[in-house]
């Protein structure tokens, strides 16, 4: 997807897990994806650089689909559709 097709996605949750270090955002996304059904879309904020790594990993071994990253200047916005 690009940018402004991610920019303008419906999501159901925002996790906000700038400021803290691996593997926090990795595990409040994980909390947050179980709060929302199947099919709608989770975006996590995280200034940590593991987390472009961690988080399509995770979403490869779980069946989730990962749509995609925006770069902001200090941290990234990460899409993830719930399986």
């Given at each position: 997807?690009?940018t402004?097709?991610?920019?303008?996605?419906?999501?159901?949750?925002?996790?906000?897990?700038?400021?803290?270090?691996?593997?926090?955002?990795?595990?409040a996304?994980?909390?947050?994806?179980?709060d929302?059904?199947?099919?709608?879309?989770?975006?996590?904020?995280?200034?940590?650089?593991?987390?472009?790594?961690?988080?399509?990993?995770?979403?490869?071994?779980?069946?989730?689909?990962?749509?995609?990253?925006?770069?902001?200047s200090?941290?990234?916005?990460?899409?993830?559709?719930?399986?």
């Amino acid at each position: 997807m690009t940018t402004d097709e991610l920019k303008g996605l419906k999501v159901a949750s925002l996790v906000d897990a700038r400021g803290t270090a691996c593997p926090g955002p990795l595990l409040a996304a994980k909390k947050a994806m179980g709060d929302i059904e199947s099919g709608e879309i989770l975006e996590v904020y995280s200034s940590d650089e593991g987390t472009k790594v961690d988080i399509p990993k995770w979403c490869q071994k779980m069946g989730h689909d990962y749509l995609g990253v925006v770069e902001e200047s200090s941290y990234v916005r990460m899409f993830l559709k719930k399986s």
